[in-house]
């Protein structure tokens, strides 16, 4: 049904994504899809890594330790971007025509007041690709 998931992660905040987490692994068993871990960071360091080979190899070991938890195919995709809050959209949409994604699935907010003038990251994702996107809430 699927052929590739691509899951957007905040390895400083990984453990708020666990819903979102379960359900792609959920989705690429029963479909037997890989999935790749998209992450965005800075040339500069910063809290996780010193610098984006860092970064990276970070990412990688989440998407292997992720890939042993549910027995699934993974692999990551590191991208870095001068301003990861402004460019994030544009990264995630980038990331899914070079990653061949045809399903994303993301983690999400409660929809608030802010939401109704700024498109969320989701939604854009949506407009401004072929993939389905998958929104899950947290709580």
């Known amino acids: 049904m699927f052929e590739k998931i691509m899951v957007p992660v905040?390895?400083?905040?990984?453990?708020?994504?666990?819903?979102?987490?379960?359900?792609?692994?959920?989705?690429a068993k029963a479909n037997d899809t890989p999935v790749t871990y998209v992450a965005v960071t800075?040339?500069?360091?910063?809290?996780?890594?010193?610098?984006?080979?860092?970064?990276?190899?970070?990412?990688?070991?989440?998407?292997?330790q992720q890939g042993s938890k549910f027995g699934i195919k993974t692999d990551a995709r590191s991208y870095v971007s001068h301003d990861p809050t402004i460019d994030l959209d544009a990264t995630l949409i980038r990331a899914v025509k070079e990653?061949?994604?045809d399903?994303?699935?993301?983690a999400t907010h409660i929809p608030n007041v802010a939401d109704h003038?700024?498109?969320?990251?989701?939604?854009?994702?949506?407009?401004?690709?072929?993939?389905?996107?998958?929104?899950?809430?947290?709580?």
Do not use: C, Y
């Open 103 to 106: 399903v994303v699935v993301m």
């Open 42 to 64: 800075t040339s500069l360091p910063g809290k996780l890594a010193h610098n984006p080979e860092e970064f990276a190899a970070k990412l990688d070991g989440f998407a292997q």
């Open 117 to 139: 003038f700024w498109p969320s990251n989701g939604g854009t994702v949506a407009t401004h690709t072929d993939a389905s996107v998958f929104l899950i809430r947290g709580h």
């Open 99 to 101: 990653t061949g994604a």
């Open 10 to 27: 905040d390895l400083a905040h990984a453990d708020k994504l666990e819903k979102a987490l379960t359900a792609a692994a959920g989705l």
